[in-house]
């Protein structure tokens, strides 16, 4: 009776066990392991990192990048006429090696925060000296070194992730381009 007992414990715990796995093989049929990259269900924002090297200046951008995820951006998620911290989370920052000119104003070689206000017809960026911010909630005007239009160009289509990019435009000139939704927005920098 002993025997029989155990032989019934044992079998029941192996029924269980394999129930499990079945259980986890129907849920996965069809389905092959995916890459961290793959899985990016676009639920949140990722941290990113633009790097260039123009002429003798390198460049980094640090930003979170949000999707858009069918939500309405300009203007909504993004209130036009307010300081945005031009990503998530912590404040994006850029960082240039060498000293830079933007709009006839020279900023010396640093680590700075790179804010927008979007408007819709036109936006004006900000290159502030307090970089390690959270959201723009400690933002303040005083510390601008910068501040410059810029015309928003329509995309031809959606960028889902926000997107920073650095650009070689020739003759000691590059530019700096933000991309989200059907929006970019571009900042010329003159290298000296």
């Known amino acids: 009776m002993k025997y029989i007992f155990a032989i019934l414990i044992i079998a029941s715990f192996a029924f269980v066990a394999c ?31 633009e790097h260039a090297q123009i002429g003798g ?4 951008v640090k930003y979170h990048a949000p999707a858009v995820r069918g939500r309405t951006i300009w203007g909504g998620l993004v209130p036009y006429d307010e300081v945005w911290v031009t990503g998530a989370h912590s404040a994006t920052s850029i960082e240039f090696d060498k000293d830079i000119t933007v709009n006839g104003t020279k900023i010396a070689a640093g680590k700075y925060a790179f804010f927008t206000i979007p408007g819709k017809e036109k936006w004006i960026i900000i290159i502030n000296s307090n970089w390690d911010q959270h959201l723009a909630d400690d933002y303040d005007s005083k510390d601008d070194i910068l501040r ?10 959606v960028q ?30 003159q290298l000296n």
């Open 19 to 49: 129930r499990g796995k079945n259980e986890n093989a129907a849920h996965e049929h069809g389905t092959e392991a995916k890459t961290e990259a793959e899985v990016d269900t676009v639920k949140k924002s990722i941290p990113k990192e």
């Open 160 to 189: 889902e992730r926000l997107m920073y990019s650095i650009t070689d435009e020739g003759n000691a000139t590059a530019s700096l381009s933000v991309s989200w939704e059907k929006i970019k927005v571009t900042l010329p920098i």
């Open 148 to 157: 410059a239009e810029s015309t928003p160009e329509q995309l031809p289509s």
């Open 57 to 60: 200046t390198h460049f980094t």
